[in-house]
């Protein structure tokens, strides 16, 4: 029931865009881009997990993520 009106609530602040652009609108927009991004994150996140628990890990998997996670940490801080 609660998440019944949370939707109409920002049905009715997304369609005050008509009037005027205001503070409504933009906090509907971002709410709805940031819980967008976050659920289709957690779902590429439980892909990636489900596929590789169906293998099993050997060293050469723990190598290769410790290889790429190193080599981003060093992209990361040469831009710094």
Partial sequence: MFGLW??????????????????????????????AAAYNFTIAIGNIEDRYRSRPA???????CVDLGLRLLRKVLRQV
């Avoid at 997304?14 to 009037?19: D, E, G, I, T, V």
């Avoid at 050997?58 to 290769?64: A, V």
């Fill in 6 to 35: 949370i939707g109409a609530a920002l049905t009715v602040w997304l369609f005050s865009f008509a009037f005027k652009d205001n503070a409504l609108y933009k906090l509907a927009e971002h709410l709805f881009v940031g819980v």
């Fill in 58 to 64: 050997g060293k050469h998997t723990e190598n290769l």
